[in-house]
């Protein structure tokens, strides 16, 4: 059975910086392209980044380009979001996803596994 699990949300002040963790669990952790989501209440859901399985490859939303920084441990089965000069607009549910191949455009729904999301919040 497959399971994707969210960790490191937190409440922070604007400009702070944040690193989100996420362990995937039954499947070939190297096989998968693995990537963030967020969703903010009142808006759509939408792509943040995303990794290729060997990592090779990285992929950004034009909003979070120069500030998150997506990476992953293979020897850990770990992926990592790393959140710097945080805004009030990045305030979101963030979920953490594995699928065959980094999604385009980013925000498409084609990913084959969801973690259950880490709620960021930040205050201005």
């Known amino acids: 059975q497959v399971q994707v699990v969210e960790s490191g949300g937190d409440l922070v002040q604007a400009g702070g910086s944040l690193r989100l963790s996420c362990t995937a669990s039954?499947?070939?952790?190297?096989?998968?392209?693995m990537g963030w989501f967020r969703h903010a209440p009142g808006k759509e859901r939408e792509g943040v980044s995303c990794?290729?399985?060997?990592?090779?490859?990285?992929y950004y939303s034009n909003f979070v380009k120069g500030r998150f920084t997506i990476f992953r441990d293979r020897a850990q089965n770990t992926l990592y979001l790393q959140m710097n000069n945080l805004a009030p607009e990045d305030t979101a549910m963030y979920y953490c996803?594995?699928?065959?191949?980094?999604?385009?455009?980013?925000?498409?729904?084609?990913?084959?596994?969801w973690g259950k999301g880490t709620l960021v919040t930040i205050s201005s």
């Open positions: 996803t594995a699928g065959i191949r980094c999604p385009y455009p980013l925000s498409y729904d084609g990913m084959d596994y």
């Open positions: 039954g499947l070939g952790f190297d096989d998968y392209s």
């Open positions: 990794i290729s399985g060997e990592g090779l490859a990285t």
